[in-house]
Each structure stands twice: as C-alpha cells, then as structure tokens.
C-alpha cells in the first residue's frame, strides 16, 4: 500500500515538474517576445520623432513661402524686398557676404558693383 501511495506521490510530482518546466518555457518565450515588442516600439518611436521634425521644417518651410507669396503678389517694392530675400536666402553665406561687400564698397566709392 505505501508503495502504491508513494509511486502515485512520485507521479504527481514529475507531473507537477513538467508542468512547471512548460510554464517556465513559456514564461520565457513571453519575455522574449515582450523585450522583441519594445524594441519595435524604440524604434517606432524614434522613426514617429524623425518624422515629427521633418513635418515641423516642412511646416515652416511653407509658412515661409507662404510669406514670400503674398509679398510678391503685392507687386511694387514689397516683391522686390521678396525677390530680394529669396536671392539672398538661396545662396550660400560666404557668396552673400562677398555680395554685399562689392555692393556697399560700390555704393561708398560710387563705382559699379563687380569692377
């Protein structure tokens, strides 16, 4: 009779042992996924932050022009002021800065710009 009792106990145990053994391994394969989820979520959400800030310098960037629009479409001085800053806005600084240089030295010495 005990030998009965204790084969049964030994059989509880194992499968009590394998139980444990499957919920470990799916204990971990749950972990595994969980860290495989917030890797994705790191990396959306760095992708959602790029793209915030490229919507943001477009978003300015058609303001600006915006701007620049209405002051041409004003005509007279305005769209020369406009015309004017876009020149100078799509060149580099060190082109603009020689510019203005050859200007303001033509200006002072009532020369042409450029001789």
Known sequence: ERKGYYNELVTKFEGIREKRDDLSRDLRQILEDKMAVEDDIAVFRDQLLELRKVMAASQRTKRI??????????????AELALRKLKYASMPIQERAAMLRDEFRAAALGVEPGS
């Open 65 to 78: 022009n915006d701007k620049f629009l209405v002051e041409l479409e004003a005509g007279g001085l305005r």
